[in-house]
Structures are given as structure tokens and as C-alpha cells.
T-cell receptor
Framework: SQQGEEDPQALSIQEGENATMNCSYK?????LQWYRQNSGRGLVHLIL?????REKHSGRLRVTLDTSKKSSSLLITASRAADTASYFC???????????????FGEGTQLTVNP | DARVTQTPRHKVTEMGQEVTMRCQPI?????VFWYRQTMMQGLELLAY????????DSGMPKDRFSAEMPDATLATLKIQPSEPRDSAVYFC????????????????FGEGSRLTVL
């Protein structure tokens, strides 16, 4: 069964708009990660947020984590057509010293950014 | 740039045939994962290795799937005999769990092997 569940399943926006994707999970985690997958390609790591962090930024990406609600959100600001891809959250419920031991992926959000 | 390399990228075979997929993890990474991706099931963890030792292969159908890591530069996933329901994209990923730095725990994925079993 999937640990993380993304919402929405699909999102279509115009270039320049912001895109927000949400992820909910069920068990305690060590960290939560977001990955991107272009059609026909492998997954690419975007950002990792640890259980003791609440917010993290990387370029146009902003990730928040609310462990009390077991949820995370990924915000892409000023979206571009090149941001069109599937975005997955992945939870790491392993021990800190073995973080990355077993990532469980959600089903993903398909983002389409229209030029 | 260091990358995970998977071969073949595409494979079409007939039911009952043996299929072997290969993966070269990033040098220095001590953990290797095999994932399978389908439209219906999403990304499923099949097996993973730490320092070449299998740690968990509970996600793998044991009767037909086998995963090995004969050396630090090669991981293999074998299906024998293959069935149409095995059609999927198989991803290999490597990482260094427990490493230092802000990205410790990050996985690096290969481009995948797309398998079609007729």
C-alpha cells in the first residue's frame, strides 16, 4: 500500500501561476522527499525535508511539513512550461542513521503548465 | 555527472522468456533499490541491497523474480519465466543512507527499463 497520497491527481495551470501539490502520509517519518518525473524518464530528486523541519526552500520550490497532520505541500512559484511533469512525494520511515533505507512513494500529481 | 545506468532501456519479449535487467549504481553509493512502475500500482519497491547484501525483497514475487548484486558496480533483476503482467517500467536507484549533508537519504534513479511481455 502507498504511504503517501498526493492531491490533486492532476493539475493544469497557466505559465506564471503558482502550483501547489499536497501529500498526506500515515506513519511517523524520518524525512519526506519530493521527486519529479518527466514523461518516459527516471525520477529526479527535488528536495528533502526532515521531520524536525517545517519549511524548506530551493529556488522556486517551497516545501512545508506538518507532522501533526502528517501532511506536506510542494509549492512551485512562477511556473514554466518546462515544469510540466509528474511530482511524487516519498516518505522515509526508517531510522535516522539509515535514512533513505526504504522510501515509499505516493501515486503522484500530474502537473501541466500551459504556455 | 555521476548517474545510475540501466540496460536495456526497452525490452519486448514473449511470455515464458527470461528477462535480465542490469543496473550500474553510482560509485560510492552503498544502497541499491529496484522499483517497478505501472499505471495501476504506481511505484512499488521490489528489493534493495545494502553493501551488496539483500536487505528486503518482500515486494518481489519469489517464484519468478530474483535480484542479485554480484559486485559493487552491478545489480541485476531477473524474471524467469516472464508473464504479461510483468509489463512495466523497472527502475534502479542508488543512494547513501545515513550520509552527511542536507541531502542524505536522497535517491538517484536510472532512466528505467521498459519491459513489454507479449
Amino acid at each position: 500500500s502507498q504511504q503517501g497520497e498526493e492531491d490533486p491527481q492532476a493539475l493544469s495551470i497557466q505559465e506564471g501561476e503558482n502550483a501547489t501539490m499536497n501529500c498526506s502520509y500515515k506513519t511517523s517519518i524520518n524525512n519526506l522527499q519530493w521527486y519529479r518525473q518527466n514523461s518516459g524518464r527516471g525520477l529526479v530528486h527535488l528536495i528533502l525535508i526532515r521531520s524536525n523541519e517545517r519549511e524548506k526552500h530551493s529556488g522556486r520550490l517551497r516545501v512545508t511539513l506538518d507532522t501533526s497532520k502528517k501532511s506536506s505541500s510542494l509549492l512551485i512559484t512562477a511556473s514554466r512550461a518546462a515544469d510540466t511533469a509528474s511530482y511524487f512525494c516519498a516518505t522515509d520511515a526508517g531510522r535516522k542513521e539509515t535514512s533513505g533505507s526504504r522510501l515509499t512513494f505516493g501515486e503522484g500529481t500530474q502537473l501541466t503548465v500551459n504556455p | 555527472d555521476a548517474r545510475v545506468t540501466q540496460t536495456p532501456r526497452h525490452k519486448v519479449t514473449e511470455m515464458g522468456q527470461e528477462v535480465t535487467m542490469r543496473c550500474q549504481p553510482i560509485l560510492g553509493h552503498n544502497t541499491v533499490f529496484w522499483y517497478r512502475q505501472t499505471m495501476m500500482q504506481g511505484l512499488e519497491l521490489l528489493a534493495y541491497f545494502r553493501n551488496r547484501a539483500p536487505l528486503d525483497d518482500s515486494g518481489m514475487p519469489k517464484d519468478r523474480f530474483s535480484a542479485e548484486m554480484p559486485d559493487a558496480t552491478l545489480a541485476t533483476l531477473k524474471i524467469q519465466p516472464s508473464e504479461p503482467r510483468d509489463s512495466a517500467v523497472y527502475f534502479c536507484a542508488s543512494g547513501f543512507p545515513g550520509g552527511s549533508g542536507s541531502k542524505a537519504g536522497e535517491l538517484f534513479f536510472g532512466e528505467g527499463s521498459r519491459l513489454t511481455v507479449l
